[in-house]
């Protein structure tokens, strides 16, 4: 079986990461994002809510995982390259990843305690 699948070249690639992913950038035939995390717990939860996101899209990443932080790569591997696939993925997991009540939510979020921070948001 051929997979059909367009795949972009570098500099559309990167145009799509400008408009659309700003902390992610494309290296030796990925896209990439770094997630820090504030601890092992923080590292275990940016893991398992990738690891969901990829199963239910059925396109899963190559990650990278330490104490704070986690490495997210994307690439289609059937197709040889980056397709609209990796792009869509990686908007789901960081919606989720950087997701954070708002100031007018009746849900309060992670006090600015340090020791219940989990992840290092972009803001």
Do not use: C
């Not at 980056?82 to 006090?111: C, H, N």
């Amino acid at each position: 079986m051929v997979n059909s699948e367009k795949t972009f070249t570098p500099e559309e690639i990167e145009i799509r990461l400008k408009e659309r992913l700003k902390h992610w950038f494309y290296e030796a035939g990925w896209i990439r994002r770094k997630y820090k995390t504030g601890s092992w717990k923080g590292t275990l939860m940016v893991v398992n809510t990738v690891g969901h996101l990829a199963e239910a899209a059925w396109h899963h990443p190559d990650l990278t995982v330490s104490y704070a932080f986690v490495i997210v790569k994307l690439q289609n591997h059937a197709a040889k390259g980056i397709t609209e696939k990796d792009f869509l993925l990686a908007q789901e997991i960081e919606r989720v990843i950087q997701w954070q009540p708002g100031k007018e939510s009746i849900l309060e979020g992670t006090p600015e305690d340090p020791r219940f921070k989990y992840i290092k948001y972009d803001d």
